[in-house]
């Protein structure tokens, strides 16, 4: 799943259009076509439950579509998620991140800056005021917009903050960082010098501080665990769990953030954000954002709880392995829980207030369990699912969805169990 962009109160009708893809409910790749009118969209806004819709939503051609937000639904920073659902179509779960438009401030940073140069210097011209000064040292400070950077520059003599940037730069060519390693033993600050790929930090009050004297939002941790100290808000970390990149966010706001290749061992999540290609291991509170392509450890006592009232949308949801074969999944208050493809067995917990929601899609014969703690609100289930249905009487379980293949497969397991 890609994660999309839009400004915050973008107010260009067409740059406000989320893409959608609808496949059959039965294969899960033939595209479905002319659902136009009958597929009903609803939204979520930065993590509240799901409403009805107000934007518009066409057809393309070939199974793609687009919702056309209204500029309401993109007025809050976070994310804006979408879920389109059809009776012919299986559960599209779409996200879209909400970023501030700071164009305007941008543009009053950089007149501040140029009033604080000598008006030789701001014209780029070369006379006894400049000296040697070459003029892209000066298109550097001009276009750093900000009066931090016009600090660094004086501080580093005569390194303009491009080239600044570029010692950020990391080697395979994905952009700019700061980069951290628990075992380099590094708290400094020094620009230029520090959080550099040959020279990591390895605290987390230095990755902030680094970052925002660089304007830099993107972290790239190798081994050891980063434990946040502070808010981490819309910022991204990445890194390979499999090197032993872990992360906690210790309970510190990372709204809007993205974690991608991580261990992540948080207790509690605090803020709506996005994991992708992440370990989560189990016992995890506070979830909501989207989950895509993760590993669960679950298994055990392992569980992960939905944030109270919170959203959250998983795809492509894997178990550790064959041995940890149970994901649990808690729902929390009238949360709404996404989930579009488990692998092994899923049990679904704690669906018990009304306006709660949840819907698991599946192509791999996934096992679901609804537990006896699911006493109210709504578990739909769509495609090829074996069912182990415990709920209480008041929790409406449609089944309308599951494929033939399914209904089989349970009512298989159901006699199994008698005899």
């Not at 996404?338 to 018990?352: A, K, Y």
Request: one cysteine or more; glycine letters at 14%.
């Amino acid at each position: 799943m890609t994660t999309l962009q839009i400004e915050l109160n973008e107010d260009t009708q067409a740059s406000r259009r989320i893409p959608v893809y609808l496949v059959d409910i039965t294969d899960g790749f033939t595209p479905e076509t002319g659902l136009a009118g009958s597929a009903v969209v609803t939204v979520s806004k930065n993590g509240a439950a799901l409403g009805a819709s107000g934007g518009t939503f066409a057809e393309v051609s070939a199974g793609w579509y687009y919702y056309e937000a209204t500029a309401g639904e993109v007025d809050t920073l976070g994310f804006l998620a979408i879920n389109v659902a059809d009776a012919a179509a299986r559960v599209f779960p779409g996200l879209v991140q909400i970023i501030p438009a700071d164009q305007t401030a941008l543009l009053a940073q950089h007149t501040e800056t140029q009033s604080r140069l000598p008006a030789t210097l701001v014209g780029g011209r070369m006379d006894s005021d400049v000296g040697n000064m070459q003029v892209g040292v000066v298109d550097g400070i001009v276009d750093a917009g900000a009066e931090e950077a016009v600090a660094d520059h004086v501080a580093l003599g005569t390194m303009g903050r491009a080239a600044l940037l570029d010692l950020y730069r990391d080697g395979d060519g994905k952009g700019i960082a700061i980069f951290y390693d628990v075992d380099a033993s590094n708290i400094n600050t020094v620009l230029g010098e520090d959080g550099t790929q040959d020279n990591p930090v390895s605290s987390a009050a230095a990755v902030m501080s680094l970052g925002t004297a660089l304007g830099i939002k993107r972290a790239v941790l190798d081994v050891g665990l980063l434990t946040l100290d502070q808010d981490f808000e819309f910022w991204r970390f990445e890194g390979d769990w499999e090197r032993g990149s872990q992360m906690d966010t210790a309970g510190f706001s990372v709204l809007g953030a993205l974690f991608r290749g991580l261990n992540v061992v948080t207790a509690a999540q605090n803020g709506f954000a996005a994991f992708q290609q992440c370990f989560l291991y189990g016992n995890m509170t506070g979830l909501g954002g989207a989950y895509t392509n993760c590993i669960m450890k679950g298994g055990g006592t392992g569980s992960f709880t939905v944030s109270t009232g919170g959203f959250a949308v998983f795809y492509d949801m894997r178990r550790y392995n064959k041995e940890d074969s149970e994901i649990t999944l808690v729902s929390n208050g009238a949360s709404q829980i996404l989930v579009n493809g488990v692998d092994g067995s899923l049990i679904v917990q704690g669906t018990d207030t009304a306006g709660a929601r949840v819907e698991v899609s599946s192509a791999h014969g996934a096992r679901v369990v609804l537990d006896a703690s699911n006493t109210n609100g709504t578990i739909v289930l769509a495609g090829l699912i074996e069912l182990d249905d415990q709920s209480g009487a008041g929790c409406a379980v449609d089944v309308s969805r599951v494929t033939v293949d399914g209904l089989e497969k349970t009512a298989a397991a159901i006699l199994g169990s008698v005899v």
